[in-house]
């Protein structure tokens, strides 16, 4: 019994092999020796003779059901509400932030002459219609380079074709 204990504990032994030690376990006279694993034994025997009472699942269900309505949901909501403040909270950091560094770039925001006013609008508008016509010229680069690319592969594939035919 010893060496089948010995087996048992390193989970070896067949489904036989546990039902013969749970046998040995369940009589009254076991060595002292095997006391300590006598009671364990005895112990599993106790517990898978208990049952569930009939009301357990109806108790289970109802302690779900109240549950639902709880704090775990409000938890979540309080979640996704600092959520969005944290969220906001960024934006407008991020807002500020920028308006002080564009306020420091340019000190005088506004003009008092309109005519000033509109002098610098039209220096901004300028700046940027000189760099549309880089971008556009750029563009016009890429195509160019774009167009050379598929007229040098368009007679590759005329050749191949020429070639299988012969």
Partial sequence: MEALLEKYWNGDTSLEEEAQLRAFFAQGDVPASLQS????????????????????????????????????????????????????????????????????????????????????????????????GKAQQEAGKIKMFNEAEEKIQSPKADNTEQKASI
């Fill in 37 to 132: 694993a006598a009671s364990l034994f005895r112990y599993f025997q106790q517990e898978q003779q208990k049952k569930l009472a009939p009301s357990f699942d109806a108790r289970v269900t109802k302690s779900i059901r109240q549950r639902q309505g709880g704090k775990i949901i409000r938890m979540v909501n309080l979640v996704n509400v600092a959520r969005i403040a944290a969220g906001v909270l960024v934006i407008v950091a991020a807002g500020y932030l920028i308006r002080q560094e564009v306020s420091k770039m340019y000190p005088e925001d506004t003009y008092s002459d309109p005519k000033v006013a509109f002098e610098e609008t039209k220096k901004a508008l300028m700046m940027i219609s000189k760099s549309f």
